[in-house]
């Protein structure tokens, strides 16, 4: 990913000087696409409450001492499908191509404040803000 200066986010005074907030736009450095989200996706959290729900079920039905190691057997393969997925994974990710690497550098060399590069409305890109002092 990269980003590129599209706007002031607002500004604030602090400690008698004015900030303003810089308005950063994400996009892919790969298809160069605008359309950026979080990689953590609400299917993905309810695969991974129903395998938690089942493992928690068995784990109350073995833990009478039915199944040894009932904590492994139990927890054990929801970790690894949570590791597996990346459901829990932070940053973001292109809706386009599907590439997750972040960076804050301007990797296409977009011009600053020119919206006329993106593909979708300002309003619905992401956007990261940086104080300008």
Not at 65 to 91: D, E, N, R, S, Y
Not at 95 to 101: D, S
Request: charged share 15%; proline share 4%; with cysteine.
């Amino acid at each position: 990913m990269g980003s590129v200066a599209m706007g002031t986010g607002g500004s604030y005074r602090f400690e008698g000087s004015t900030i303003t907030q810089i308005a950063h736009c994400l996009y892919c450095d790969r298809c160069g696409s605008f359309r950026i989200g979080r990689r953590i996706r609400p299917r993905m959290l309810v695969w991974i409450l129903s395998a938690a729900i089942v493992a928690t079920v068995f784990w109350y039905g073995a833990r009478d001492g039915a199944l040894p190691g009932a904590w492994f057997a139990c927890f054990g393969p929801v970790l690894f499908f949570i590791w597996l997925t990346g459901a829990l994974a932070l940053g973001y990710k292109c809706r386009e191509c599907g590439a997750i690497h972040t960076s804050m550098d301007n990797v296409l060399n977009y011009p600053d404040n020119d919206r006329s590069v993106l593909d979708i409305p300002y309003e619905a890109t992401t956007r990261l803000y940086t104080d300008d002092y």
